[in-house]
């Protein structure tokens, strides 16, 4: 049973640039969440998928968007880049049925932004 | 605004003894708490949680406290072992609210 699986790995992008990063929950997970985690920091909320709706967000401008599939995989879209941006960008995935706190991580897109 | 709070950056201790990972949060309206490990290259791991309705729940090596008056959580793994080396993530969460995260401490258990 494959867990949270995010692509890419790593990616390098230039200021100004559109970045789009994409997520597949474990199986059975119909909640996808975003998160940033900037160095020496702990992941801070971006926002949050059900029924392929946005159902939380975060302090985080429009520049972040998202999307879920019916398949219940996610994409996250950031555009504009700004050095700022650069972070591990995590995806997390619960049931929405259990407790949704105790979500499940993939292991993250590190992105650069130069 | 930083409402969950790690304030030890990194923490060492002897394989066999106890390890005390300390939390401090600020909103009131948090009622649910989890701790969360976090090895290099992988993403964070759910390790134990604590309803705000408990002061403690233990589960084998690990144990959570909760001083609600305090606002003030720990966890306490005994005994410490070397795999338990990580980065350590105290998180919190209200109703139908986003998580919020700690900064984390790194753990170091030394043979």
């Known amino acids: 049973d494959a867990g949270v699986t995010q692509s890419p790995t790593h990616l390098i992008k230039t200021r100004g640039q559109q970045v789009t990063l994409r997520c597949s929950p474990k199986?059975?997970?119909?909640?996808v969440s975003w998160y940033q985690q900037a160095l020496g920091q702990g992941p801070q909320f971006i926002f949050q998928?059900?029924?392929?709706?946005?159902?939380q967000r975060g302090n985080f401008p429009d520049r972040f968007s998202g999307h879920q599939f019916p398949n219940y995989s996610s994409e996250l879209n950031v555009n504009a880049l700004l050095l700022g941006d650069s972070a591990l960008y995590l995806c997390?995935?619960?049931?929405?049925?259990?407790?949704?706190?105790?979500?499940?991580f993939g292991p993250g897109t590190r992105l650069t932004v130069l | 605004d930083q409402q969950v709070k790690q304030n030890s950056p990194s923490l060492s201790v002897q394989e066999g003894r106890i390890s005390i990972l300390n939390c401090d949060y600020t909103n009131s309206m948090f009622d649910y708490f989890l701790w969360y490990k976090k090895y290099p290259a992988e993403g964070p791991t759910f390790l134990i949680s604590?309803?705000?309705?408990?002061d403690k729940n233990e589960d084998g090596r690990f144990t959570v406290f909760l001083n609600k008056s305090a606002k003030h959580l720990s966890l306490h793994i005994v005994p410490s072992q070397p795999g338990d080396s990580a980065v350590y993530f105290c998180?919190?969460?209200?109703?139908?609210?986003?998580?919020?995260f700690g900064a984390g401490t790194r753990l170091t258990v030394k043979p």
């Open positions: 998928y059900y029924e392929e709706e946005e159902r």
């Open positions: 604590i309803s705000s309705i408990k």
């Open positions: 997390a995935s619960s049931w929405d049925s259990d407790n949704p706190n105790e979500q499940f």
């Open positions: 998180a919190a969460s209200a109703v139908n609210n986003d998580m919020r």
């Open positions: 199986s059975g997970h119909d909640t």
